[in-house]
């Protein structure tokens, strides 16, 4: 069992940043491939980025550049650097953990179990 609680959120102007943490409770977070999504109003659920226990990560290819993802095994955390933010970034953003063997299903919803309560993210213009 993984417990995830997001945070970090906040409201930022254009061209700023935001650091989101996620911290995992259970003993499987090494062992967990661990992502972030983020979820507009009216929107479907997003892939943002996802790394593994072994820190190989993959990103969605439009935030690729201004979007780091990293975690911290021994802290059970994972976070989330995002630069540059633009006005459509603004969203809920939710961490999640997987057992993935691998990325190539980084990018779906279903791939993970389990799932933080989300953090907002607002961007004004």
């Known amino acids: 069992q993984v417990q995830l609680v997001e945070s970090g959120g906040g409201l930022v102007q254009a061209e700023g940043s935001l650091r989101l943490s996620c911290t995992a409770s259970g003993r499987a977070f090494s062992s967990h491939t661990m992502g972030w999504f983020r979820q507009a109003p009216g929107k479907e659920r997003e892939f943002v980025a996802a790394?593994?226990?072994?820190?190989?990560?993959t990103y969605s290819d439009s935030l690729k550049g201004r979007f780091t993802i990293s975690r911290d095994n021994a802290k059970n955390t994972v976070f989330l650097q995002m630069n540059s933010l633009k006005p459509e970034d603004t969203a809920v953003y939710y961490c999640?953990?997987?057992?993935?063997?691998?990325?190539?299903?980084?990018?779906?919803?279903?791939?993970?179990?389990?799932w933080g309560q989300g953090t907002q993210v607002t961007v004004s213009s």
């Open positions: 999640a953990a997987g057992a993935l063997v691998n990325l190539s299903a980084a990018r779906e919803v279903r791939s993970y179990g389990y």
């Open positions: 790394v593994t226990w072994s820190t190989y990560s």
